[in-house]
């Protein structure tokens, strides 16, 4: 029972040894062709998984054992293998989901292991460090109560670093180095060993409704039972986190490691408190704020089975849990589990695929949860448990929707009187609000009133962002900034440049004006910088420091503030324009969590949409307060369009500098473009973004009914096109984006 998508699993690798004088094919992580072969030395055995150095050319290279050479290279001329780095095997199943994702994504499997082994420095074991013991016969000195401590101390421990010492004794370094210089103590080396406090099982969590414990059991009953995918869909409060902790809670107590996949993991500070609650400690993260030396301990402790759980964002997939027992993948519906750049792949589908590659259940977690799923539960393929009340029983917000075209506000303004009213009532009741506006920065657009010039990136198709805080216009795209211009740069007007649209940072400027009083904050990625910040946000909200937050998609999500119970969004429209198909979908997504976040707590609250399309079925559905329907609706027209999950897609984007040689492979690829079997291929156009980064930009998109595996006619297709020098193609298999 899977996505039928991933119906082709390889298999089984079948685990052997080799000995002495074997030829073996290594895997470098590499964008190669495959393996390499090469020879194993005198007095040397491995085994598949094993992670070895060997030579490439004229320098080292590290790679993983993957099996029996295939090549047809002379023994003779074959390099011998140097030897084992000193960590473990990587276990059988993460080999065969490098195998598995490089042939569903069709990137090379050597890009595929480079994101295993994604911590080179994690390879070694941690250097050894010098520490101190008491000598079995220590010469007569002076003694003071400060070498006294230390020596007590050492007679009851084991030898430590001496600022360790120093730290348990109360004493300064100096003093254990004097120790050690008069004899009295001696140095060893010892290998460092963090220490990774382990999540506890067996303590009592929230006691559970009796609709929470039944879906509990279910995903209970599922741990150390092979291979299934359940979904947990409930509203947003209902529940669903404290419900899949009783299946991480089995997994624990089973002996098994558990990863859970969250979006954006910066902004999970309310998430680990909730975690350290129910477990008494936090677990390992993984995300691309971790230090170096974190990384590195992270990664191993996972290969060691030190650590038990990871929380992490998506490439946390790839770590090297050597006993994993479940997978759960939170927000499984978000788009920033779409990994754009490199392999380009979506974490939640592979997730899926390592939990049926590992024989474990999977969990996907959803208050909007993706078509995908759904369609995927509705066919028999998932399982499924709800949760339809938010837990302690306030009931979803109430969803208003102001229709722009005629109750809008005045020009130059943004909130329509009937928000700026309701912001009025919830501040006078000593309540707090939250208006959604999905745009960073002052304003989105900057023209000139006089010839009408506008302000672009010059190394994007995009629209150069003012941030009037730090003073600059920004490209979001690829972060060029540059200062605001004092003339028009085309018809050198002084003064007339004026900003279109509103930001964040110009919403805030116009409550500053309705609402002098109200302690506004702005909550947008640029504004708050990592964990610490994130977790002090929270805490103002949570502490009634703040009346108001103006906020983008970052706090849209996960997040539970007893005392807010309005909830604005100035741009309900903003999603749907661009007409990519899936944009009902995200937008709904994306309005729905936001309406979530109105009260909490045991008091129900208000959502306002501010919509110029309030006969638009996401704007309906949102005020009619019913999912399943536009889900029914959506699913529909997918189906006639035979789009996904009723049709499969593929798009190629082809970029480079040159603008023609990248329109010279565009035509190349269309005319070799494959037909039959109800394929189609449409394109070459501009992409969206015809200018990214300095580089042109033309898709192609490739549609095929939903039972034929397009991987094939795609790696035939790009082998049979003429690819210039310079120019890339980027395959992207079930695109989410169309930029
Ligand atoms: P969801 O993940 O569905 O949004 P959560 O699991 O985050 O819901 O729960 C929402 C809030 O309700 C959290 O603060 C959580 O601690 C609380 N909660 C949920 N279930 C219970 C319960 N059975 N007893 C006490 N508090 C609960
Ligand atoms: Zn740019």
Known sequence: MHDERFAEVNGETAPSRFAAGDRVAVLLPLPLAGPYDYLVGADAAYEIGDVVDVPLGNRRATGVVWGAATGEVDAGKLR????????????PALLRLVDWVSRYT???QGAVLRMVLSVPDALDPPKPQTAYTLTADPPDIRSTKARERVIAFLKDNPPLP???????????ASVVKGLADAGVLASVKVQPDTDWPQPDPAREGVALSDVQRTAAEHLCAGVGKGFAVTLVDGVPGSGKTEVYFEAVAKALADGRQVLVMLPEIALGAQWLARFRDRFGTEPAMWHSELTGARRRDTWRAVAEGKVRVVVGARSALFLPFRELGLIVIDEEHDGSFKQEDGVVYHARD???????????PAVLVSATPSLESVTNVRRGRYEEVTLPARHGGADLAGVTVIDMRREGPARGHWLSPKLAEALADTFEAGDQAMLFLNRRGYAPLTLCRTCGHRLQCPRCTAWLVEHRLVGRLQCHHCGFQTKPPEQCPNCEDKDSMVPCGPGVERLAEEIQLLFPEARTVIAASDMVHGPKQAAELVRLIEEKEIDLVIGTQIVAKGYHFPGLTLVGVVDADLGLSGGEFRAAEKTFQLLYQVAGRAGRGDRPGRVFLQTYMPDHGVMKALAAGDRDAFLDAESQAREQASMPPFGRLVALIVSGRDEAAVDGVAAGLARAAPRGDGIRVLGPAPAPMALLRGRHRRRLLLTAPKGVAPQRVVRAWIERAPIAKKVRVQVDVDPVSFF
């Open 350 to 360: 592979m997730a899926v695929v390592r939990a049926q590659l590992e024989g474990i």
């Open 162 to 172: 001496g600022a360790d010492i120093a730290r348990e004794a109360g004493c300064t």
């Open 106 to 108: 069709l990137y090379p």
């Open 80 to 91: 011998e293998i140097h030897g084992p780095r000193d960590v473990p095997a990587l276990p």
